[in-house]
């Protein structure tokens, strides 16, 4: 019982909880929605979950960097244009090299284009950190510039490109699994162990909380924004890697469009504060497994495209509505001890305490 | 002699919190035309009590009387409109707005378009001249004025509504004497006009010179009703903490002045040091072992020269020597690795990560002066939590709790194990003992004194004169940003000759 209610207080259950509605419903439809075949002609496996979990690697990846953005309580509007960035990058460095079979050219493109994303990244990092610019301000910015920079590297067209190698990485699959989800989930592992192992994530949380008496205690803020920014920067470009290795063409207008919604949309089901501080990693990966499980479903349930935007607010609405603690005593009927009005400055150990992941 | 009908009464008022009795069966009134104060260590139920009171908590017991009629508050706002009107230590003013504004937030005149902003401005005027304050000009933005004026306008703010009761708790935790003659003159004059007032505060002084009658709470528990004139402060504070003064006592008048060889190289050696607009070029030197207060009033320019030793804030003229060395000291970490360390007075907003457990808040400044990389091994942190937590014993005894849930004192005593942790050559403590209660205080004393024995040098900064000359081998006086004497403590120097440097230096103005 009192771990079924840790469970409920937990910021991504009700993320969870909302994954697995929408299958619900779906397999409602359409009792096979589940079902995975062998496709015939490739040996692979295929389904509707499979290009669920397709569709999330690149969302993971954004919400993944924007996750420590938000939790130093910055913003990061920029990433889906880094993420055509990154698209741009690798289309036209497959298309230059023309190499069709070739791994190294595949890994030149994947490093060039991380690089350049990190490179954007850090020039958000120095506007924030260095120059005192608004995060909001400065990766807006960067969100304009982005896709100019994709337009010039491609010089304005959505180039294409072959290369079989590049093209596994949204179309392979390990042990039944897209490749890409693979990847972004070894990613969002090793980065998890980079924040929990060393002291960084400490730090990025402790400067969303408090920026003043975190300098206080001797931490250095800039570095650590920069990294951050830096970070979400050359993610959003590996996001923009998937997204553009399952069409191999880069749409310079279209790619990571309006894909910075989507991440922030993740962090905060995943129950990151905007206002900073304790950020869950988990929570924003389930976030964007259920912005890509909801972008499915639309989809599959033939929402006409008019109403798509209103089905996703409501959906997310509802979500966010039954994190909030307060929404749910009202539920429950229970009566609130929280003080609503003053900050809990003087105020003796009495609250109770809310459950952090 | 009979008493007159209370205004407001507690009656048998139990509130319990998951795991705590946070009142317990406590009664408390409060009388028409009366300064009545609440007392008690942290933790006693005050903040507890006076939230119940304003509607902000439910009660599970016994009563809340307004008036002599039942009240069942429901919100904050149902408590306003009974007539109860609170201040509370931190300001709740926005600074953004006029003074005007703030007086008449929510209560503003309504003319035939909306606001009559000409009309409100004017009623602004009538209520601050009905304080005193009539020379304030209402349009003027609330952050052109002091802390203490805004103090005062929140107070201005409270009375638009009429209220017949007046709570204030911890007014005076951010005022100077000068202010806090103001800020009583204002307190008087409601009360004369028949309003009842609950006044917190941990200035014994104070609570003297205003209140009429004290309510002593225990641990949730009412402990007694006095009146002031019958109750000495030795019986309050033994009946605050439950048990004799005999230790608070000892501290102060056994404790040797060493004699102290000053030629030798002192820890820190300041030249000159100063900052425009925050501090006139001064000179100071610290010796290892050496307990060195910093006396002066508010704003006297005390904080300022500590942020500029810790690094806190840098310094546009002066030269700095550690051990010797001449070194440039531009931010806290460059402090702190040259073993300073800066506890500060402002602890919401330069002390505690509140949402960050007691154990990181521990270790942050360890981990800070390691950089991110080195994660301090697991072993180590609860080694050093288990030692801090321990030697400053911290309520409530979980590691994991975020610290903003503890009260001040035990924040403060949570901050203190930060910065022993970093085993500082130099430990600059910035009023240590403000707002936090009478045990703690006695607790913070020693530490000090046994660091200093142990070779630690500190600096100790306190608005308590007594405590500062009881605690101190040296005195450095500051006043209006600048350092104005120095005394080497001795057997002839009191809170009083301390004063009266402090007043001599000035145009004929007295603290």
Redesign the interface.
């Given at each position: 019982m009192s771990y079924l209610k840790s469970l409920v207080r937990t910021p991504w259950f009700w993320g969870a909880v909302g994954i697995v509605l929408l299958l619900a419903l779906n397999t409602f439809k359409d009792p096979n929605y589940l079902a995975i075949g062998v496709n015939p002609t490739t040996g692979l496996l295929s389904g509707n979950i499979l290009d669920i979990l397709r569709v999330s690697a690149p969302i993971i990846m954004i919400a993944l960097g924007m996750t420590f953005v938000i939790a130093t309580s910055g913003i990061d509007l920029s990433v889906g244009s880094v993420m055509a960035v990154g698209g741009a990058v690798a289309m036209e460095t497959l298309s230059t090299l023309n190499a069709p079979a070739s791994p190294g050219a595949m890994f030149a493109a994947i490093a060039l284009a991380v690089l350049l994303g990190a490179v954007l990244g850090a020039v958000n990092g120095f506007l924030v950190a260095v120059i005192g610019l608004q995060p909001f301000i400065s990766t807006l910015v960067m969100m304009l510039a982005g896709r100019g920079i994709a337009r010039v590297i491609t010089g304005g067209q959505n180039t294409n490109a072959t290369n079989a190698p590049f093209r596994e990485l949204a179309n392979g699959q390990v042990l039944g699994l897209p490749l890409s989800f693979v990847l972004a989930i070894v990613i969002v592992v090793l980065i998890a162990l980079v924040m929990r192992?060393?002291?960084?994530g400490?730090?990025i949380?402790?400067i969303g909380?408090?920026p003043?008496?975190?300098?206080?205690?001797?931490?250095?803020p800039r570095p650590?924004l920069i990294t951050v920014y830096t970070l979400s920067a050359a993610l959003a470009a590996i996001g923009g890697l998937f997204t553009v290795s399952e069409v191999m063409t880069v749409d310079v207008s279209g790619t990571g469009y309006q894909m910075e919604l989507d991440a922030i949309l993740a962090v905060v089901i995943g129950g990151t504060s905007l206002a900073g501080?304790?950020f869950s990693i988990l929570g924003s990966t389930i976030g964007a497994l259920l912005i890509a499980t909801l972008n499915k479903t639309v989809i599959f349930l033939g929402v006409s495209s008019a109403a798509t935007p209103a089905f996703k607010a409501i959906v997310i609405i509802v979500l966010v509505l039954l994190q909030s603690e307060r929404i749910r005593e009202m539920l429950l009927g229970r009566?609130s001890?929280r003080?609503m009005?003053?900050?809990?400055?003087?105020?003796?150990?009495?609250?109770?305490?809310e459950a952090?992941a | 002699m009979t008493d007159p009908t209370p205004l407001a009464e507690v009656r048998n008022v139990s509130i319990t919190f998951p795991g705590v009795k946070a009142l317990d069966d406590v009664s408390f009134r409060l009388l028409p035309g009366e300064v009545h104060a609440l007392m008690g260590e942290n933790g006693a139920g005050k903040s507890t009590l006076i939230k119940a009171l304003t509607g902000v908590y439910r009660i599970d017991s016994g009563a809340i009387l307004v008036g002599g009629a039942q009240q069942h508050f429901t919100s904050t706002a149902s408590a306003q409109a009974a007539g109860i009107s609170t201040v509370y230590q931190e300001v709740n003013l926005c600074t953004n707005l006029s003074i005007g504004e703030n007086v008449m937030l929510g209560h503003e005149v309504r003319g035939w378009a909306g606001i009559n902003w000409r009309r409100t401005h004017a009623e602004a005027r009538r209520v601050l001249g009905g304080m005193g304050l009539g020379h304030l000009d209402p349009r003027a933005p609330l952050s052109s004025i002091s802390i203490a004026l805004q103090q005062l306008v929140a107070i201005s703010r409270a009375m638009v509504t009429e209220s017949k009761v007046l709570i204030l708790d911890e007014p005076t935790s951010s005022l100077d004497a000068q202010e806090v003659a103001t800020l009583f003159d204002v307190i008087r004059r409601l009360r004369d006009s028949g309003v009842a007032i609950l006044f917190v505060s941990h200035f014994l002084d104070q609570i003297y010179a205003i209140s009429d009658r004290i309510t002593v709470l225990r641990n949730g528990q009412f402990v007694g009703e006095y009146l002031t004139t019958e109750l000495d402060r030795t019986q309050l504070i033994s009946k605050m903490i439950g048990k004799d003064l005999e230790s608070l006592r000892a501290l102060g008048s056994n404790r040797q002045v060493a004699e102290r060889d000053r030629t030798a190289v002192p820890v820190m050696s300041a030249d000159n040091i100063g900052r425009k607009g925050a501090l006139a070029p001064t000179d100071i030197d610290i010796h290892r072992g050496e307990v060195v207060g910093f006396a002066g009033l508010l704003g006297s320019g005390r904080t300022e020269l500590a942020r500029l030793l810790f690094g806190a804030d840098r310094a546009d003229t002066g030269t700095v020597r550690v051990d010797g060395k001449k070194v440039v000291i531009a931010s806290p970490r460059a402090g702190l690795a040259k073993g300073i360390a800066y506890a500060t007075e402002n602890r919401r907003d330069d002390g505690i990560i509140g949402d960050l457990s007691i154990r990181e808040n521990i270790m942050l400044a360890v981990q800070a002066q390691r950089g991110w990389l080195k994660r301090v091994p697991a072993r180590e942190v609860d080694r050093l939590v288990a030692t801090y937590m321990e030697r400053f014993s911290v309520r409530p005894n979980d590691p994991d709790r975020p610290i903003r849930l503890l009260s001040g004192g035990n924040q403060q005593k949570v901050l203190l194990g930060r910065w022993l942790a970093t085993e500082p050559e130099l430990l600059l403590l910035d009023e240590p003992t403000r707002g936090i209660d009478v045990g703690t205080k006695a607790d913070i004393q020693e530490t000090v004194a046994e660091l200093a024995e142990g070779g630690m040098s500190v600096v100790f900064i306190s608005s308590e004169l007594e405590e500062v000359v009881r605690l101190s081998e040296r005195i450095v006086i500051l006043k209006d940003r600048e350092k104005v004497g120095e005394v080497v403590n001795g057997p002839d120097v009191t809170a009083e000759s301390i004063v009266s440097i402090i007043a001599g230096t000035s145009e004929g103005e007295s603290a």
């Amino acid at each position: 019982m009192s771990y079924l209610k840790s469970l409920v207080r937990t910021p991504w259950f009700w993320g969870a909880v909302g994954i697995v509605l929408l299958l619900a419903l779906n397999t409602f439809k359409d009792p096979n929605y589940l079902a995975i075949g062998v496709n015939p002609t490739t040996g692979l496996l295929s389904g509707n979950i499979l290009d669920i979990l397709r569709v999330s690697a690149p969302i993971i990846m954004i919400a993944l960097g924007m996750t420590f953005v938000i939790a130093t309580s910055g913003i990061d509007l920029s990433v889906g244009s880094v993420m055509a960035v990154g698209g741009a990058v690798a289309m036209e460095t497959l298309s230059t090299l023309n190499a069709p079979a070739s791994p190294g050219a595949m890994f030149a493109a994947i490093a060039l284009a991380v690089l350049l994303g990190a490179v954007l990244g850090a020039v958000n990092g120095f506007l924030v950190a260095v120059i005192g610019l608004q995060p909001f301000i400065s990766t807006l910015v960067m969100m304009l510039a982005g896709r100019g920079i994709a337009r010039v590297i491609t010089g304005g067209q959505n180039t294409n490109a072959t290369n079989a190698p590049f093209r596994e990485l949204a179309n392979g699959q390990v042990l039944g699994l897209p490749l890409s989800f693979v990847l972004a989930i070894v990613i969002v592992v090793l980065i998890a162990l980079v924040m929990r192992r060393t002291a960084l994530g400490l730090m990025i949380e402790s400067i969303g909380i408090n920026p003043q008496a975190s300098r206080m205690a001797g931490i250095r803020p800039r570095p650590i924004l920069i990294t951050v920014y830096t970070l979400s920067a050359a993610l959003a470009a590996i996001g923009g890697l998937f997204t553009v290795s399952e069409v191999m063409t880069v749409d310079v207008s279209g790619t990571g469009y309006q894909m910075e919604l989507d991440a922030i949309l993740a962090v905060v089901i995943g129950g990151t504060s905007l206002a900073g501080g304790k950020f869950s990693i988990l929570g924003s990966t389930i976030g964007a497994l259920l912005i890509a499980t909801l972008n499915k479903t639309v989809i599959f349930l033939g929402v006409s495209s008019a109403a798509t935007p209103a089905f996703k607010a409501i959906v997310i609405i509802v979500l966010v509505l039954l994190q909030s603690e307060r929404i749910r005593e009202m539920l429950l009927g229970r009566r609130s001890r929280r003080d609503m009005t003053i900050p809990p400055v003087t105020n003796p150990a009495t609250r109770t305490e809310e459950a952090v992941a | 002699m009979t008493d007159p009908t209370p205004l407001a009464e507690v009656r048998n008022v139990s509130i319990t919190f998951p795991g705590v009795k946070a009142l317990d069966d406590v009664s408390f009134r409060l009388l028409p035309g009366e300064v009545h104060a609440l007392m008690g260590e942290n933790g006693a139920g005050k903040s507890t009590l006076i939230k119940a009171l304003t509607g902000v908590y439910r009660i599970d017991s016994g009563a809340i009387l307004v008036g002599g009629a039942q009240q069942h508050f429901t919100s904050t706002a149902s408590a306003q409109a009974a007539g109860i009107s609170t201040v509370y230590q931190e300001v709740n003013l926005c600074t953004n707005l006029s003074i005007g504004e703030n007086v008449m937030l929510g209560h503003e005149v309504r003319g035939w378009a909306g606001i009559n902003w000409r009309r409100t401005h004017a009623e602004a005027r009538r209520v601050l001249g009905g304080m005193g304050l009539g020379h304030l000009d209402p349009r003027a933005p609330l952050s052109s004025i002091s802390i203490a004026l805004q103090q005062l306008v929140a107070i201005s703010r409270a009375m638009v509504t009429e209220s017949k009761v007046l709570i204030l708790d911890e007014p005076t935790s951010s005022l100077d004497a000068q202010e806090v003659a103001t800020l009583f003159d204002v307190i008087r004059r409601l009360r004369d006009s028949g309003v009842a007032i609950l006044f917190v505060s941990h200035f014994l002084d104070q609570i003297y010179a205003i209140s009429d009658r004290i309510t002593v709470l225990r641990n949730g528990q009412f402990v007694g009703e006095y009146l002031t004139t019958e109750l000495d402060r030795t019986q309050l504070i033994s009946k605050m903490i439950g048990k004799d003064l005999e230790s608070l006592r000892a501290l102060g008048s056994n404790r040797q002045v060493a004699e102290r060889d000053r030629t030798a190289v002192p820890v820190m050696s300041a030249d000159n040091i100063g900052r425009k607009g925050a501090l006139a070029p001064t000179d100071i030197d610290i010796h290892r072992g050496e307990v060195v207060g910093f006396a002066g009033l508010l704003g006297s320019g005390r904080t300022e020269l500590a942020r500029l030793l810790f690094g806190a804030d840098r310094a546009d003229t002066g030269t700095v020597r550690v051990d010797g060395k001449k070194v440039v000291i531009a931010s806290p970490r460059a402090g702190l690795a040259k073993g300073i360390a800066y506890a500060t007075e402002n602890r919401r907003d330069d002390g505690i990560i509140g949402d960050l457990s007691i154990r990181e808040n521990i270790m942050l400044a360890v981990q800070a002066q390691r950089g991110w990389l080195k994660r301090v091994p697991a072993r180590e942190v609860d080694r050093l939590v288990a030692t801090y937590m321990e030697r400053f014993s911290v309520r409530p005894n979980d590691p994991d709790r975020p610290i903003r849930l503890l009260s001040g004192g035990n924040q403060q005593k949570v901050l203190l194990g930060r910065w022993l942790a970093t085993e500082p050559e130099l430990l600059l403590l910035d009023e240590p003992t403000r707002g936090i209660d009478v045990g703690t205080k006695a607790d913070i004393q020693e530490t000090v004194a046994e660091l200093a024995e142990g070779g630690m040098s500190v600096v100790f900064i306190s608005s308590e004169l007594e405590e500062v000359v009881r605690l101190s081998e040296r005195i450095v006086i500051l006043k209006d940003r600048e350092k104005v004497g120095e005394v080497v403590n001795g057997p002839d120097v009191t809170a009083e000759s301390i004063v009266s440097i402090i007043a001599g230096t000035s145009e004929g103005e007295s603290a």
